[in-house]
């Protein structure tokens, strides 16, 4: 239990769905980050979050929409998604952005795009 | 541009033997911070070390250590009389001095290695 929960673990959609993977963080954290994991190529950071406030785009594609509503949770919505967008997506936190301190990850939730 | 090569993609061995899993890096910056992830088949990165570049002071931990050398650009770490727990994937990663305005969290990840300690 790293305190970081990610749901769902696994999701499958069609290309024309629109869904949301969500994390919630339990260590009192203020900065949480998305990751993506796939098989062809290393862990890539997509999205940073500082006090509910994007800081980090790294040039994803608009069809993945993060939103913070608070320090606890963290949401990436998915919209027409293509079948290169199937990995695992990863969600972490840290005390701050720049404290040093470690990353804590989730589970991760496997995304498969049909 | 930084990067981290970790050439090893498999590696097996027998319970109790020892396993060193490779790490290089290339940044152009002076100062850096270099990391281990374990990855069990459960999903979560595990951390299990960070590194400042001007800390060149090899560490142990348990039956883990950790072989850092700047001339070389390598960051090994070696798990001493393996075990079947020890199972999983580990993740070198690097990332800038947070104190040049970037985020802690972007971190340059190499592409695994994969362990597995068979009893």
């Known amino acids: 239990e790293t305190g970081v929960t990610q749901t769902p673990r696994h999701l499958v959609m069609g290309m024309t769905n629109k869904k949301s993977l969500k994390c919630e963080q339990h260590l009192g954290h203020n900065a949480m980050y998305w990751y993506k994991q796939s098989a062809k190529k290393p862990l890539e950071l997509m999205f940073v979050y500082s006090l509910e406030e994007r800081v980090e785009n790294n040039s994803v594609p608009s069809r993945f929409s993060p939103e913070c509503p608070n320090s606890s949770h963290l949401f990436l919505h998915l919209h027409t998604l293509q079948p290169e967008d199937s990995a695992l997506y990863l969600c972490?936190?840290?005390?701050?952005?720049?404290?040093?301190?470690?990353?804590?990850f989730g589970e991760g939730s496997r995304l498969t795009v049909l | 541009a930084q990067k981290v090569t970790q050439a090893q993609t498999e590696i097996s061995v027998v319970e109790k033997e020892d396993v060193t899993l490779d790490c290089v890096y290339e940044t152009r910056d002076t100062t850096y911070y270099l990391f281990w992830y374990k990855q069990p088949p459960s999903g979560e990165l595990v951390f299990l070390i960070r590194?400042?570049?001007?800390d060149e002071q090899n560490e142990i931990s348990g039956r883990y250590s950790w072989n850092f050398q700047k001339s070389t650009s390598s960051f090994n770490f070696t798990i001493t009389a393996s075990q079947v727990v020890d199972s999983a994937v580990y993740f070198c990663a690097l990332s800038e001095w947070w104190g040049y305005g970037g985020s802690q969290g972007n971190l340059i990840f190499g592409k695994g290695t994969k362990l597995s300690v068979k009893p």
């Open positions: 972490a936190s840290s005390q701050d952005r720049r404290s040093g301190g470690e990353l804590f």
């Open positions: 590194r400042n570049s001007f």
